[in-house]
C-alpha cells in the first residue's frame, strides 16, 4: 500500500511558475512508477507527465511539452512537478499516481493522491 500526499498548489497569475511535490509513504519508492494527471470542472481527467522509478525516463502529455518538467528524489520519497508559463487552461486539480509496474507510457495507475487545487487567473 502506497499513500501520496500532494502540496505546493495555489492561486497563480499567468506566466508565473509553481512547483507541486508528492510525498509517498513506504520504503520501496524507487520501484515505482510515478505520474501527474489533472481535472479541470466538467472535464475528464488528463494525463501530464510520468517518470520512471529512477528517474531516467519522463514522458508528458502534448498540452504541457516544454513547460512542464517532472523530477524526483527517492531519498526523499518524493516527486515533484514544476510548471512554468502557467495559463488559464491549466487550472485544475492536480494528483500523483504510483504504480508499481508497466513503463510511462502507461496511464493506469493503482495509488493516488487526494489533489491540489492549481488556479490560474488571467
Known amino acids: 500500500q502506497v499513500q501520496l500526499v500532494e502540496s505546493g498548489g495555489g492561486l497563480v497569475q499567468a506566466g508565473i511558475s509553481l512547483r507541486l511535490s508528492c510525498v509517498a509513504s513506504?520504503?520501496?519508492?524507487?520501484?515505482?512508477?510515478m505520474g501527474w494527471f489533472r481535472q479541470a470542472p466538467g472535464k475528464e481527467r488528463e494525463f501530464v507527465a510520468a517518470i520512471s522509478g529512477s528517474g531516467e525516463v519522463t514522458y508528458y502529455g502534448d498540452s504541457v511539452k516544454g513547460r512542464f518538467t517532472v523530477s524526483r528524489d527517492n531519498d526523499k520519497n518524493t516527486v515533484y512537478l514544476q510548471m512554468n508559463s502557467l495559463k488559464p487552461e491549466d487550472t485544475a486539480v492536480y494528483y500523483c499516481?504510483?504504480?508499481?509496474?508497466?513503463?510511462?507510457?502507461?496511464?493506469?495507475?493503482?495509488?493516488w493522491g487526494q489533489g491540489t487545487q492549481v488556479t490560474v487567473s488571467s
Open positions: 513506504g520504503r520501496t519508492f524507487r520501484m515505482y512508477r
Open positions: 499516481a504510483a504504480d508499481q509496474y508497466g513503463s510511462v507510457l502507461l496511464t493506469r495507475y493503482d495509488y
